[in-house]
Nanobody
Framework: QVQVVESGGGLVQAGGSLRLSCAASGRTFSSGTMAWFRQAPGEEREFVAAINWSGASRYGADSVKGRFTISRDNAKNTVYLQMDSLKPEDTAVYYC?????????????????WGQGTQVTVSS
């Protein structure tokens, strides 16, 4: 079994920062790629960023790429999403997803394992 757990969400003022953490666990899990998705109220789930265990990464929209940074700690099977210069439009539930593939895919369907989500709220 593979478990994916996110943490680090909360309430922050516009212009502030948050760092989300995502840990994947399981004795037989060979860490490949882990990704962040987000879903705002009334909107579709959106790809944010992904990184594999070799360090290859991919980002979503340009607005995200310029302000968010994904990183990893392979020893802990953990990825982080550093979010700077937060805007109210970043408000969403942020989900972590994991795949055994080393391909840094942006498609949610390619990630078999998902966390429960963590709420990020950015106030004006």
């Amino acid at each position: 079994q593979v478990q994916v757990v996110e943490s680090g969400g909360g309430l922050v003022q516009a212009g502030g920062s948050l760092r989300l953490s995502c840990a994947a666990s399981g004795r037989t899990f060979s860490s490949g790629t882990m990704a962040w998705f987000r879903q705002a109220p009334g909107e579709e789930r959106e790809f944010v960023a992904a990184i594999n265990w070799s360090g290859a990464s991919r980002y979503g929209a340009d607005s995200v790429k310029g302000r968010f940074t994904i990183s990893r700690d392979n020893a802990k099977n953990t990825v982080y999403l550093q979010m700077d210069s937060l805007k109210p439009e970043d408000t969403a539930v942020y989900y972590c997803a994991a795949s055994t593939s080393w391909a840094v895919t942006t498609l949610g369907a390619e990630y078999p394992y998902w966390g429960q989500g963590t709420q990020v709220t950015v106030s004006s």
